[in-house]
């Protein structure tokens, strides 16, 4: 019979890449998509139009009874939480809410899996994040973050993801679930929503591109991130789950790229060389041949508090789990601005 699996946030960016990869492998796939919607409803219709395959199912993270219920009937091999307050900006704005869903709503699953008399059966993949990390303030900092190295979140995302890390090994050596948590380094791609600064540069490049936006507004551009692409994270999340004992991984590429060499790659994908002029919040891109400018910095994208750089060391899942990244970094930018490019045509 063919594994069943619950996914989490399957409308999101991984949510969607991992549908794609167990699909692929004969699972059937079951995917938690949020709210009362009817099958009429517009994100539930562009849901099932874009993922065929998946059988949504209505929950909330926040909702015990209806995740119970949903693993009860569903009784899945394998349970992918993808779901999460997602963006570390947001999270400043409404804290109370990130920790619900980002930190509670990890125990409401390991909970529903657990009351459902699954937990020696059912495996559990819990999307923790590089946020949980504060900077490279510990004392490797040639080779980047580990599985080992110490916490120190600087956002209500950070910690509310720490907590669901925390509570996921808690459960682990508890009650001897298969629960193992994913330390995910930045994964960008296609799929990645336009309120993220990787995915809205694409998309301002390609509409700066096709006549449609003068310029884009960004906040830091030095902020230094280790980005790969989502579609070679979600194997690496798979794989976790078909060790026989749970674990906790890393998964980075072990590189470190400015948000300034972001824009610099993407501008050069439609044949613009970025120029740099000024400092600080004055500073602005233009471009070499004409002057034109083409990039400004917004003081209001600035967030109270800053993760300057952000390294990995995917050594761990490298060697355990054969996983290993087939999109480098200056790949991803032009897959995404080629992609927007088509999409906004």
Same mark, same amino acid.
């Given at each position: 019979?063919?594994?069943?699996?619950?996914?989490?946030?399957?409308?999101?960016?991984?949510?969607?890449?991992?549908?794609?990869?167990?699909?692929?492998?004969?699972?059937?796939?079951?995917?938690?998509?949020?709210?009362?919607?009817?099958?009429?409803?517009?994100?539930?219709?562009?849901?099932?139009?874009?993922?065929?395959?998946?059988?949504?199912?209505?929950?909330?993270?926040?909702?015990?009874?209806?995740?119970?219920?949903?693993?009860?009937?569903?009784?899945?091999?394998?349970?992918?939480?993808?779901?999460?307050?997602?963006?570390?900006?947001?999270?400043?704005?409404?804290?109370?809410?990130?920790?619900?869903?980002?930190?509670?709503?990890? #125990?409401?699953?390991? !909970?529903? /899996?657990? +009351?459902?008399? @699954?937990?020696?059966?059912?495996?559990?993949?819990? $999307?923790?994040?590089?946020?949980?990390?504060?900077?490279?303030?510990?004392?490797?900092?040639?080779?980047?973050?580990?599985?080992?190295?110490?916490?120190?979140?600087?956002?209500?995302?950070?910690?509310?993801?720490?907590?669901?890390?925390?509570?996921?090994?808690?459960?682990?050596?508890?009650?001897?679930?298969?629960?193992?948590?994913?330390?995910?380094?930045?994964?960008?791609?296609?799929?990645?929503?336009?309120?993220?600064?990787?995915?809205?540069?694409?998309?301002?490049?390609?509409?700066?591109? #096709?006549?449609?936006? !003068?310029? /884009?507004? +960004?906040?830091? @551009?030095?902020?230094?991130?280790?980005?790969?692409? $989502?579609?070679?994270?979600?194997?690496?999340?798979?794989?976790?789950?078909?060790?026989?004992?749970?674990?906790?991984?890393?998964?980075?590429?072990?590189?470190?790229?400015?948000?300034?060499?972001?824009?610099?790659?993407?501008?050069?994908?439609?044949?613009?060389?970025?120029?740099?002029?000024?400092?600080?919040?004055?500073?602005?891109?233009?471009?070499?041949?004409?002057?034109?400018?083409?990039?400004?910095?917004?003081?209001?994208?600035?967030?109270?508090?800053?993760?300057?750089?952000?390294?990995?060391?995917?050594?761990?899942?490298?060697?355990? +789990?054969?996983?290993?990244?087939?999109?480098?970094?200056?790949?991803?930018?032009?897959?995404?601005?080629?992609?927007?490019?088509?999409?906004?045509?």
């Amino acid at each position: 019979m063919a594994k069943k699996a619950l996914i989490t946030g399957i409308a999101g960016q991984d949510g969607g890449h991992l549908a794609k990869l167990l699909h692929e492998k004969g699972y059937e796939v079951y995917g938690v998509i949020r709210g009362q919607l009817e099958a009429s409803h517009p994100r539930y219709v562009a849901v099932k139009e874009e993922m065929p395959y998946v059988n949504l199912v209505m929950a909330d993270l926040t909702d015990l009874s209806a995740l119970t219920r949903a693993v009860q009937e569903i009784k899945p091999d394998e349970v992918y939480n993808l779901a999460a307050i997602s963006h570390v900006g947001y999270s400043f704005r409404d804290p109370i809410l990130t920790a619900d869903v980002t930190g509670k709503g990890v #125990l409401n699953v390991l !909970e529903a /899996i657990r +009351l459902s008399g @699954l937990e020696k059966t059912t495996r559990f993949y819990q $999307a923790s994040t590089s946020e949980m990390f504060g900077g490279l303030d510990y004392n490797r900092p040639d080779k980047g973050y580990d599985e080992d190295a110490l916490f120190h979140p600087r956002s209500p995302y950070g910690v509310a993801k720490l907590y669901g890390h925390w509570i996921t090994k808690n459960y682990r050596e508890s009650y001897g679930m298969h629960a193992s948590c994913g330390i995910l380094f930045n994964h960008e791609g296609e799929r990645r929503g336009p309120e993220f600064v990787t995915r809205k540069i694409s998309k301002s490049v390609a509409r700066i591109k #096709l006549g449609l936006q !003068e310029c /884009i507004e +960004l906040g830091n @551009l030095d902020s230094k991130r280790d980005w790969g692409y $989502a579609g070679d994270y979600v194997e690496g999340m798979w794989r976790m789950l078909q060790q026989d004992e749970p674990g906790d991984y890393v998964l980075a590429t072990g590189e470190t790229h400015t948000i300034r060499e972001f824009c610099e790659i993407a501008f050069r994908e439609i044949g613009i060389e970025i120029e740099w002029q000024g400092e600080g919040p004055g500073e602005i891109g233009l471009d070499k041949a004409s002057g034109k400018t083409l990039i400004k910095i917004n003081p209001d994208f600035f967030r109270p508090a800053e993760v300057d750089i952000l390294l990995g060391d995917p050594t761990k899942a490298e060697t355990a +789990l054969g996983w290993e990244r087939k999109v480098d970094f200056p790949g991803l930018v032009k897959l995404m601005v080629e992609h927007d490019l088509k999409a906004e045509a």
